[in-house]
C-alpha cells in the first residue's frame, strides 16, 4: 500500500487554565457524614480530583471544571445538598461568533488531535447565519470506495495552489507558448494564516506556525522578518505577507519561497511583476478585502494575470465596511459564479479567509466555491486564546491564557493536534457525501441544502399571508 | 474511580441474571397509569421552595397548593420538606392560591433553581426535559409551569405552530378518537399490522443501551399495541415474550442478524442510515462491548465495533430490492421497513424503495438522537427531518403512490406536538427514541459514549450502572409517557374536530410557520 497522508498528533495538554461550563455549589454545613456520599460515586471522579486541589494548591486547577453535568449528585444527596450552575466565566468567553462551546471543543481537539465525537443528538439551534444555514448532503449509497470506513484513508484532501493554464499554447514552429506550471500541492484545504488582529508578542506564534505548515504538509503566512528568522528547511512552506514597500528589503527570500501574498492596493499589479522578475518561478497572490465590489475587483485581478487569490473577510466572516455585510458563504458563492461566468474559474485558486472557527467551516466554504480557506484564530485558539481581542482588533494585557513566549514545540504540536482533527472531520463529510477528493466538492452547490432555499421550499405554502 | 467486577463476570452470572429477569409474566404488562415518580431522592424543578425557620407548622400552605408541593399529612405535626419540582412559581403570584403571599408567617421563598438552568439545550430545553419526566412520573401533560410543546430552537417544528380554529366547532368526544394505524397498504397478501398510536419506538441496540432499557421499552410497546425495535446489535433471548412487537434490525454489520431472529417478527427493518451520523456507519466503543454484548454480537470482547456504511452488498436500487426479496423469501409474513436518512434527493430514494418492495418507508432525519456520532455530523450532514417530510410526501403522491406505502419518521421528535406537526407535513407515523430515553431519566449531558457509558444507567452496559434502575420502573415510565402523549394527541384532534389521526395525515393547512422571532403560542 502506498503512503498516505497521515498527520501525527499526539496528546498535548493545554498549559493554560481552562474555563469550564458547570461547577458545583455545596452547602457543608448541613452535611451529614451519611455513609452515602455521592461524591464517591461519582462516574467522572470530579470531586476526588476537587478535593486533592484542596488539599494541595500546587495541583492543576483543571480538574475543577471537568464536571459533566450528569446531575446524579444533585438528585442523589441524601440531604439535597447540592447544585449544580454554570459557570459565569464560561458563558463570558468569546464573542457572539465565537461561542463558549466552539472554545472548548477548539481546545479539546487541540489537546487529544481527535475529532469530537459524543452522545445524544444535536443540541444547538435549528440553523443560523452564515455557515449555519447551510447543511451538506449524503449519499444513502455511493461511496468514496468500496471499502467503508477502511477506505477512507484514500479519500483525497490535496489541492493546488497556483495557475493553471486550460490547455497549452504552441507557436507555429512547435514550440511550446505556455509557461511551464508551477503548482504547489498541499495536502490539506487550509493554509496557516497570520492572526486577525495584532498581537503585541514575540514571533513563536510565526515560527510555530512554520513549523506545523511542514508537519501538515501546507503552507504558513507570516511576516517576511519572521520567516528570515525561521529554520531554513522552513522557508519553502511560508508564504511572506507582503506591502509594495517589503519587496525591494527581501529580495532573498523571495528567491528561497514559493509563494508570495501582496495585499491589494492600486499598484499591486506592478508589484506583482516586480516580484517576479526577482524570482519568475514564484507564485503571486493577492490578498484582497472581501468589501463591496469584491466580486467585480476579484475578476478583474483574474483577468489581468493574477492566479491566486487570497479573499479576506473580517474575523466573523463578514464583509469589510459595509452597512448591511454578507457572510462569506454568499460573497463567496457570487466571486465563484462571476468567474464560472468569465470563463477562467478552472485557472484561479481561491483562497477564502475569516470566519473559518470550526472544521465544517472548511468543508462549507469550500462548498461555496473556494478551492482552500485560511485559518487564523483557530490557531490562537488552539493555544488557549479566547478571543477576548477580537472587539478592539487589539489583545487585552495581560492575556489570560499567556499565548506570549509558549514554546514553539508545544504551540506547533497543539496546532497540528488541531488541523488533523479538522482533516479527519472533513474526511467524514467527503465520506458522507460519497465525494473521493476535496477538489470535487469546490462549488458543488447541488450538494448542499441552503437554509433559504429548502424553507421555501419545505414550508413556503404554510406562511400566514 | 471506584472498582467494579465487570471484567470477572461469567457467562454463569449472565444467566442467572437472565433468569431473575424473565421471572416479570408477560400479562403484567397493562396500560394503566400509576405513579413512577423519579428515581433519584432529590427530584429537579424549575423552582427552588423554601421553607425557613419561621414556620409554625400552621399547614395553610398544604390546605392551598393544588400542584401538591407542601403536604402535611394527617397526624403529622411538622409540614414535610416542599416538593419543589412540582412549584408552578410566579405563575401562582397574585392568586388565591399564593403560598408565599398567604403564609402568615413569610417563611416561604420561591425561587429559581440555578440546576434548572444547566439542563437542556434550544433543542431540549429544561422545560422539556422537566415535562417528560412529570409525563413519565404520572402519565399525565404538567399542569402549570413548564413548556411541555416545543423547544426553542428557533426553526423547523419550533417555528410551525397547529392553527387552531378561531371559532372552535364542537369538540369531538375524546372516547371516539382513533390514533390507529394500518401499516402494511401494498395490498400483497402480506398480513396487516395494526398498531394503536401513530408511535413506536426507535432502534437501540444491546450494546448501546442496557437490558432495561430494551425490555423496558419493549413491554411498553407490548402494552400500547405498538412496536420497539432492536436496532443494530441481536435480539436478545429476554425479548422472545414480545417478539410480536418488536422489530429487528438488519444493518450494515449485520451484527446479531440470523435467520431464526428474522423468522420471529412481524417487521424487519433495513437500516441504511442512522440520521445522527448520516453516510458514515456506527461504532461500539471497546468498553460497551462487555462479554455479554460480545456474545450477542459473535464478537471478541473489549474490541471495538464497527459498523461499515453502506451495505456492502448494496450499490444499486436493484441490489437493494435484492435484500428485501431475500428477507420476504425468509419470513413470509414479515413487513419490510427501509430507514434512510435525509439526503437532498431523499425523495428519489423514499420511490426507490418502494418499487423495491418496501412496506415501510422510514426516513431519519439529522437532528436525531444516537448513542456516539461525531459532532460535525450531528449538525452539519444531511437535512433535519421537518425539510424531509414534505418533499417525499408530496413526491409520493406525485408519483401516485402515496396511498400504498406507510411513511414513519423520525430524527428530534421530543413531543406530541412534533408528532403532530409530522403527520400534518405528510407522514403517517413517527419514531421515537430520545423522548424514552428522557422519560426514564436521561439529562441529555452527552456521555453515553464516554468511559463506562451513561452515568444515569440508561445507555451503559456497565453491570453495576445498568442496574441504577429496575424493569419495572422503566416499563411503568414508558407506559405513563405514552399515555400522556396520546392523551395530548386526543386533545388536540378534539380541538380541531377530526376523528381520527389518519384524517391529519398532509393536512399542512392546518399548520402555519412563524416568522422569524415570532412568540410561539
Sequence with gaps: ?465 | MTSFASETRSVADDAAQDRRENEFPDGAVTREVRPAPDRYRNAIGKYKVNRSAACIACGQCARLCPYGVHTKPGGYTFTLRPQDHLCAGPACSGTDHDCVAKCPQKALTVLRNPTFDCMGDPRWTADLILSTWHEAATGHAPAAGLEFRHGDSGGGFDRIHINFPEKPGPRIDPGEIDTGLDLNHRGDGRPQVHIDLPIYGGGMSFGSVSIHTILGKARAATAWNTFTCTGEGGFPDRLKPYDDHVITQVATGLFGVREETIQRVRIVEFKYAQGAKPGLGGHLLGDKNTPAVARMREAVAGNALFSPFPFHSVYSVEDHKKHLDWIKEMNPRALVSVKVSTPTDVDMVAVGSYYAGAHIIHLDGSYGGTGAAPDIAKKNIAMPIEFAIPKVHKFLVAEGIRDAVTLIVSGGLRTPYDVLKAIALGADGVVIGTPEIVALGCVRCACCESGRGCPRGIASTDPELSMLMTLDWATQRLVNLLNAWREQIVDVLSQLGLRSIRELRGRSDLLYYAAEGEVSK
Design chain 1, 1 to 465: 500500500m502506498p503512503e498516505r497522508y497521515h498527520i501525527k498528533t499526539a496528546a498535548t495538554p493545554g498549559r493554560f487554565r481552562r474555563v469550564g461550563k458547570f461547577g458545583s455549589v455545596d452547602w457543608r454545613e448541613d452535611c451529614s457524614r451519611c455513609t452515602n456520599c455521592v461524591k464517591v460515586r461519582c462516574l467522572y471522579d470530579t470531586y476526588k480530583k476537587e478535593s486533592a486541589h484542596n488539599r494541595d494548591p500546587l495541583t492543576g486547577l483543571q480538574p475543577l471544571y471537568e464536571c459533566k453535568g450528569c446531575l446524579s449528585c444533585v438528585q442523589g444527596c441524601t440531604k439535597g445538598l447540592l447544585s449544580i450552575v454554570i459557570n459565569p466565566e464560561f458563558l463570558a468567553m468569546g464573542d457572539d461568533y465565537w461561542r463558549p462551546d466552539m472554545l472548548a471543543t477548539t481546545w479539546n481537539q487541540s489537546e487529544t488531535g481527535r475529532i469530537p465525537v459524543s452522545g445524544a443528538g444535536y443540541r444547538g439551534r435549528f440553523s443560523g447565519p452564515g455557515f449555519d444555514g447551510i447543511w451538506t448532503d449524503m449519499s444513502e449509497i455511493v461511496r468514496p470506495t468500496r471499502d467503508g470506513i477502511h477506505g477512507r484513508e484514500y479519500i483525497s484532501t490535496t489541492v493546488d495552489i497556483g495557475p493553471k493554464p486550460l490547455r497549452l499554447e504552441f507557436a507555429p514552429d512547435g514550440t511550446m507558448k505556455t509557461a511551464p506550471s508551477s503548482l504547489i500541492e498541499i495536502q490539506m484545504p487550509a493554509i496557516l494564516d497570520v492572526p486577525p488582529w495584532s498581537m503585541r508578542m514575540g514571533r513563536e506564534l510565526a515560527l510555530a506556525r512554520l513549523a506545523s505548515a511542514k508537519a501538515l504538509k501546507t503552507l504558513a503566512v507570516a511576516k517576511p522578518a519572521d520567516i528570515e528568522a525561521a529554520p531554513a528547511d522552513q522557508w519553502p512552506l511560508a508564504v511572506p505577507l507582503m506591502e509594495t514597500a517589503d519587496v525591494a528589503g527581501h529580495a532573498e527570500l523571495l528567491k528561497k519561497v514559493r509563494m508570495v501574498e501582496l495585499v491589494d492596493g492600486p499598484d499591486v499589479l506592478e508589484t506583482a511583476g516586480k516580484v517576479r522578475a526577482i524570482n519568475p518561478a514564484l507564485i503571486v497572490a493577492v490578498r484582497m478585502d472581501v468589501k463591496a465590489g469584491a466580486a467585480a475587483r476579484a475578476s478583474d485581478l483574474g483577468r489581468q494575470g493574477i492566479k491566486v487569490l487570497h479573499l479576506a473577510a473580517d474575523l466573523h466572516g463578514m464583509e469589510k465596511g459595509v452597512e448591511q455585510p454578507r457572510h462569506l458563504k454568499d460573497t463567496l458563492r457570487e466571486i465563484h459564479g462571476r468567474f464560472v461566468k468569465d470563463g477562467f474559474r478552472d485557472e484561479i485558486t481561491l483562497i477564502a479567509g475569516g470566519g473559518i472557527a470550526l472544521a465544517e467551516h472548511m468543508a462549507k466554504a469550500i462548498l461555496c466555491g473556494a478551492d482552500l480557506v485560511a485559518v487564523g484564530t483557530p490557531l490562537l485558539v488552539a493555544l488557549g486564546c479566547r478571543v477576548c481581542g477580537s472587539h478592539e482588533g487589539t489583545c487585552d494585557e495581560p492575556c489570560p491564557a499567556e499565548i506570549k513566549g509558549t514554546e514553539v514545540a508545544y504551540s506547533s504540536q497543539r496546532m497540528i493536534n488541531l488541523m488533523g482533527a479538522w482533516h479527519s472531520q472533513m474526511i467524514e463529510v467527503l465520506g458522507a457525501m460519497g465525494i473521493r477528493e476535496v477538489r470535487r466538492l469546490r462549488g458543488e452547490v447541488g450538494r448542499a441544502i441552503f437554509m433559504e432555499d429548502i424553507e421555501r421550499e419545505a414550508f413556503g405554502d404554510l406562511i400566514r399571508k
